[in-house]
């Protein structure tokens, strides 16, 4: 079979292309979902299609869709990821499959081949739900974890809409978010955690992915004189904060319950060296491919916090995000693997630690991801690195499959 072939220069320009945008003099870059910078992002990404000769579609809650080859009414064979980050993230997460997939579509055009299937790549929106809570927000509108309208009006922590955001930056799109609900989805991304790098193979084959608990924790106390306030008579809400960070990281360390716990926000009120904090806000992380555990932990984060309570403190508990884990499609895994197995890399199969849009995807339609390897295992961090051949490597990967789906005649 011949098989678009993919240009491993180009992909690799256009992954420092759009990562100039939002980039921060230290190194990284930041370009949170609907931003001015997610924008930029966006607006290069559609010419990117436009110059791969595809049509290019809107949905409502500003997923946009770049789709080559078939007839519209048909299902088409799709992949994509995101192109929003996290605060000073790397160049790769998420960005690296979207350019993966307009590369396809570049080689589709260049090489003369016709599909026989529509294949679509597809930009989510909010996936990493820095600014907007929860994450996966446009894949979940597709997989109807939540509605439409319910995502449209998440606010910013300045009260700022999901809507409001989607019209100033132009791409509140028209079609509905399931006009495109694909035969089969696959999304390559970088590993982002220690695995493929250290047991030497090139590729991952994810065939499940851990499901996360997202929390915001408000504890209120007294705010109090730091020199006057005998500690028997104070009620530090920072204290009692970070005290109960740290039990709830020692249960995940001692215990894996859930596997594991991060608190990645923390805030202080007034903040300020001679005041007793009166207000902590801090935020929690779980993870774990067990669902039961994540609600193991979240059970056990109620009780910590009724434990609070009694001793007189105010606490206020949000959900800011739940996504279950999911066990990706076999037959899918086992056309990456084979397809991965006749390009001659080593693989394995490998469970994913971090989110994805396939997460909410997979409740579709069938759905797998390919990862490739992340340089010493660091993401969500400016030193996010994978070596370009594997970068080049992984995109034929993804061609030759994406390939495969939508020229076979099942
Ligand atoms: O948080 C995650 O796992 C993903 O990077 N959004
Ligand atoms: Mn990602
Ligand atoms: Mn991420």
Not at 255 to 260: E, F, Q, S, T, Y
Not at 384 to 392: A, H
Request: hydrophobic share 40%; net charge negative.
């Amino acid at each position: 079979m011949n098989f678009p072939q993919v240009n491993g220069h180009r992909l690799l320009r256009r992954i420092q292309e759009l990562g100039q945008i939002g980039c921060l003099p230290g190194g990284g870059g930041t370009r949170l979902a609907l931003t001015d910078e997610d924008k930029q992002g966006r607006d290069l990404i559609v010419g990117w299609f436009a110059e791969a000769g595809a049509s290019v579609y809107v949905d409502k809650i500003g997923n946009i869709y770049g789709v080559l080859g078939g007839s519209v009414d048909t299902p088409p064979i799709m992949t994509g990821s995101h192109i929003d980050t996290v605060s000073r993230a790397g160049f790769l997460d998420g960005c690296y499959g979207v350019i993966a997939g307009v590369e396809l579509l570049q080689a589709i055009g260049e090489s003369g081949l016709t599909p026989d299937k529509p294949i679509a790549v597809t930009v989510f929106s909010n996936e990493e739900g820095v600014r907007f809570s929860p994450d996966l927000l446009g894949s979940r509108v597709i997989a109807k974890d939540i509605a439409l309208d319910e995502a449209l009006a998440v606010e910013t922590r300045d009260g700022k809409s999901f809507q409001s955001e989607l019209q100033r930056i132009g791409y509140a799109g028209e079609i509905e978010p399931w006009k495109f609900i694909p035969e089969s989805f696959l999304e390559l991304h970088i590993e982002q955690g220690p695995v493929l790098e250290a047991t030497e193979t090139q590729v991952g084959v994810v065939e499940a992915l851990q499901g996360h608990s997202w929390w915001q924790v408000e504890i209120v106390g007294c705010a109090n004189h730091a020199g006057t306030t005998p500690m028997h008579l104070r009620k530090d809400a920072g204290v009692a904060a970070m005290q109960l960070a740290c039990r709830l990281q020692e249960y995940s360390a001692l215990d894996h319950l859930p596997n594991v716990t991060t608190v990645g926000t923390f805030a202080l009120e007034p903040n300020a060296v001679n005041v007793v904090p009166g207000k902590a806000k801090f935020t929690i992380d779980f993870r774990d491919s067990d669902d039961g555990q994540l609600r193991k932990a979240d059970a056990l984060l109620q009780s910590e916090v009724m434990k609070l309570q009694e001793q007189g403190f105010e606490v206020k508990l949000q959900t800011l995000s739940k996504a279950m884990s999911v066990k990706f499609d076999e037959g899918l895994c086992s056309l990456l693997q084979g397809v991965t197995e006749s390009i001659g890399a080593s693989n394995r199969r490998i469970v994913s630690g971090a989110s994805h849009d396939a997460q909410m995807i997979s409740r579709a339609c069938p759905s797998a991801m390919l990862f490739v390897q992340s340089s010493k295992g660091i993401s969500h961090n400016p030193k996010e690195n994978t070596p370009d051949d594997d970068l080049v490597l992984g995109a034929q990967i993804l061609a030759n499959a994406m390939w495969t789906l939508a020229t076979s005649k099942s």
